[in-house]
């Protein structure tokens, strides 16, 4: 185990599993507590994402592992989450195993993160990128949400809300506020800075491997309550498979599965595991 320092000075933890060539992954290893494990799987997520994508992939790759997610809520950069300091943690965590060059695989905003990082080294190998589209991302729709849910949270708390764990999966309106204000101004800070970023006309590194995959149900509508928008990803990655592929990306767009359904180990590590080996970003 090492660790990293970001750029706003706090230290990350980072492991290292397997061998072969460098993917960084930024998932949580630590099991969760009992009561949050239960609460995720009944509103569709995985939690033992992170411990599954590491063993399925340690044979063949050597996994940089470091939870940047987690790492953020618990340490929010509240003015300072820009996309270059994005880019720049990232690097740190591949500074810290000596990482040059490495791929990245990362699901939702951490999927934003790696093209981010794409355009910004030349040290960045391979790329997979799940649940967000890059090509017309949302980015204005998703600064919308996060607008809301850092006005949300910034509120006295709604006697009427009812926790995460007691409420009807979905039914995000009923739900009491479960994030600080530093915590969502992050997410402002960066989809403020990402309104003028042209992912069409993104450069990225001359011979950069890319997927991109998304569940074919991810189209979320929020209520006026988060903004009042719609955040569209597999719609999206679908309409504009043609021209993907003709950039040189891997699109892949999963019949049936949503945002939660297509972030699973399930789905993710056999997806993942196949295109490494197809592009050869693997041991032996």
Sequence with gaps: MGEAVLHDGSIIPVAIRGDGPALLLPVRLEPYPPDQTETMRKWGGDPALGPALVAGLSGTNRLIVADYEG?????????????DNLAADLLAIADACGADPFGYY???WLGLAGLQLAVRTGRLRALAMGGFSPW??????????????????????DPSAIPLS???????????????????????????????????GASVPPGLLRLAFAGANDEIDY?????GVRVS????LARH?????????????????????????????????????KVGWVRG
């Design 241 to 277: 498979r043609d021209a993907l592929t003709a950039a040189g990306w891997d699109v892949q767009v999963l019949p049936g599965l949503d945002h939660l359904g297509a972030m699973h180990s399930s789905v993710v590590l056999p997806i993942l595991a196949t295109w490494l080996r």
């Design 71 to 83: 790492h953020r809520m618990a340490h929010p950069a509240a003015d300072t989450l820009t996309p």
């Design 136 to 157: 017309d991302g949302p980015y204005s729709s998703m600064l919308a949400v996060t607008r809301a849910a850092h006005a949300a949270s910034t509120q006295p708390a």
């Design 106 to 108: 990362g699901y939702s």
């Design 166 to 200: 007691e409420a009807e999966p979905g039914d995000w309106d009923s739900v009491a506020v479960q994030t600080t204000e530093a915590q969502t101004r992050q997410f402002v800070t960066l989809y403020e800075a990402l309104q003028d970023f042209d992912d069409v």
């Design 223 to 227: 209520s006026e309550q988060w903004g």
């Design 233 to 236: 990803i597999g719609g999206l």
